[in-house]
């Protein structure tokens, strides 16, 4: 067999995958494992999701091949939604295009845009695939430090101008993953001055903009005045409407940078299955936001479960008003990535180390509030026993 490209040597294998082989080797030896690291939402969705797949799933026509950008009518809701959350309006048309979920439009978008040798802007810790797609596409990671006595917001005035200079996409993430961060619409202000003077693509993933706290209701950056030339935004209903593996999100924004996405989509993938769309298309018109607040408030529970029992241990923690993590500090003077996998060994907890995250998330672990109210006093309770 041929070997493989450079390219691939470098991307190596996705920490999740890795870890699902190692739980699943404890699991076939019947150990109970409690797993708290990968964000996948564990409750239902709303049940006109559920109706409208089932409905429109026996209709003959669903099962051709879809338009690339997705329906009309998915355009559309999505307009309709950023209308509706954040009073802004948007062209269906040039101006939104849905996606396999957020995660394959972020990657992509990269390769659209870097060069070998172009510096992206990275928050760190961050989502990995903000990395990953860089080096893949042969760019330059300039890590931006994200600390807890900043709010876990970087610090735009850190950035050397000769950096600035050659940056081609600057990425940020609130509320944030993994240290449940928020951001101000000034924050943001300061991010697309920042952008103007510098002349590059502001990305914001805003995967969890609807999952919230303690009455705080996340901004979007694109209500920034003028943000719309420079920004675009990353949406996706697998955290707002617990829709994970329903594989659907958008991409808001700036026009240009849409329409270079969508010609690269049309060469590497097809339409999504329209069931799915429409599924996605009636949450979003109907909105309903007391179905939201209700699933805010059980996660609002679990991490006020989590906080009380890491105190209780002596854990200092942020509470977080956003997202679905409690950015945890392991004890002092041990790596993330060894206690970890002694938490999963010993107390069959699984949490993901923060170094997945990056360099700066050393000394710290993610604890995903994706269990029951019951698990999680048990894991704390596990956790414990370790923690010393």
Request: charged content about 20%; aromatic content about 10%; overall charge negative.
């Amino acid at each position: 067999m041929q070997s493989t490209s450079i390219r691939m040597q470098q991307l190596g294998t996705y920490f999740f995958a890795e870890l699902d082989a190692r739980i699943k080797s404890l699991q076939a030896n019947d150990a109970d494992i409690i797993r708290l690291d990968v964000g996948s939402p564990d409750l239902m969705p709303p049940p006109l999701a559920i109706e409208t797949l089932r409905e429109r799933a026996g209709d003959a026509n669903a099962h051709r091949y879809q338009p690339h950008n997705g329906t009309v009518s998915l355009r559309e809701a999505w307009a309709n939604y950023y209308q509706n959350c954040f009073q802004l309006e948007f062209d269906p048309e040039m101006q939104i295009l849905p996606l396999m979920g957020s995660k394959e439009g972020i990657f992509n978008l990269i390769q659209a845009f870097v060069d070998p040798g172009d510096v992206v802007l990275i928050p760190d810790p961050g989502y990995p695939a903000y990395t990953r797609g860089t080096r893949f596409a042969g760019g330059e990671p300039c890590f931006l430090p994200l600390l807890p006595e900043n709010d876990f917001r970087f610090d735009l005035n850190g950035i050397p101008a000769e950096v600035a200079r050659r940056a081609k996409l600057l990425w940020l993430n609130y509320p944030n993953n993994p240290t449940g961060g928020t951001a101000s619409l000034d924050f943001f202000e300061e991010v697309i001055a920042f952008a103007h003077e510098y002349e590059f693509l502001v990305c914001h993933d805003a995967a969890y903009a609807q999952v919230s706290y303690d009455g705080v209701f996340p901004p979007s950056i694109l209500q920034v005045p003028g943000a719309e030339e420079v920004a675009v935004e990353f949406n996706s209903l697998s955290k707002t409407f617990h829709m994970a593996g329903w594989r659907t999100g958008a991409l808001v924004g700036n026009q240009d940078a849409i329409q270079t996405l969508s010609r690269l989509k049309t060469n590497v993938d097809s339409g999504h299955f329209r069931p799915i769309l429409e599924a996605a298309a009636a949450c979003l018109e109907e909105l309903d936001k007391e179905w939201i607040a209700e699933r805010n408030a059980i996660l609002q529970r679990r991490r006020d479960v989590v906080v009380d029992g890491l105190e209780n241990l002596g854990i200092p923690v942020q509470s977080p008003q956003g997202a679905l993590y409690i950015w945890c500090p392991v004890p002092p003077g041990q790596r993330s990535g060894a206690f970890v996998l002694r938490l999963l060994e010993e107390a069959h907890v699984s949490f993901a180390p923060g170094t997945v995250f990056g360099a700066q998330g050393e000394g710290y672990m993610r604890i995903s509030l994706t269990a029951s109210e019951e698990q999680l006093h048990e894991a704390i309770d596990r956790m414990g026993k370790i923690y010393i």
